[in-house]
């Protein structure tokens, strides 16, 4: 019984951004659970390695190339996934970027690109498969939010706003659709080790120490940490769940932190 809920054989899932970090490691991770992989990227030669290295783990993926932001291509790569491969029952919307600047100076461009991405992006993605999936009367919509969908921090403000915006979406989508049997929830990742952190996880970074001595967890996370939760909400076994953001942060947010210890 237990296994069942768990199995996405039959399933096939979207992941925006698949190509790397997060992304590639929760849509290998619906792969082994039996999901039928379509893989999304804007880079033509990542994605194509991306692909490569599924099946060279024996997990087919089908490519969808096109760039998130922009509105045509996320319409017409909708389409052609739905006519040409099948129907999406799954869709992470994962693509992220993330700029930093202290507010006074941050440039407008890229708050526009940072919203447009983490926001505006899924959005449309949610809009445009949501309309296939309400008239199946069924799907699944997973949206990676952040620790920022909750808290602020120097330099972000853009991704805090995008984050927090991606939190309610989650919640109106979720409102919206449960009676289309249509779950849409969140994934709060904490500070995972993927590229966009690279300048803070080299030694001697005070940023290191005080992630670390604020997740009671005592690590940075890793893409995989968060596989078993995506799992969760792309199955079965989270059918009645909605518009929930859950956080998978090593218990960052659960705590007021404690006095760093060598
Ligand atoms: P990452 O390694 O930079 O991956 C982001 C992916 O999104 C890249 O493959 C990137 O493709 C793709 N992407 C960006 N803009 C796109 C666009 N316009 N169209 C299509 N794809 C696009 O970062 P990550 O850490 O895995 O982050 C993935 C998601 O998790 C993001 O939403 C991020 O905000 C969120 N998150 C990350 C952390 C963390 O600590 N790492 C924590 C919480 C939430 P390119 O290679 O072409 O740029
Ligand atoms: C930053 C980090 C964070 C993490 C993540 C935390 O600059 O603070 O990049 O934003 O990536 O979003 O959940």
Redesign the pocket.
Known sequence: MSQALFNLKGKRALV??G?????YAIAKGLGVAGATLVI????PE?LVQCIHALESEGIPAAPALF???DVDSVREGVSRIETELGPIDILVN?????RRAPAEDFPEADWEAVLR??LT?PFLLSKYVGQHMIRRKKGKIIN?C??MSELGRDTVSAYAAAKGGIKMLTRNLSTEWAAHNIQVNGIG????A????TAYREAGNPLNDYIISRTPAGRWGV?EDLVGTAIFLASEASDFVNGQIIYVDGGLLSTFGKPFTH
């Not at 994962?94 to 993330?98: E, M, T, W």
């Open positions: 925006t951004g190509t790397q970090g997060i992304g999304n990227a804007r880079d990542k760039d998130v932001t994962n693509a992220g970027i993330i991405t983490n992006a990676i952040s620790l990742p904490g500070y995972i993927t590229p966009i952190n893409p």
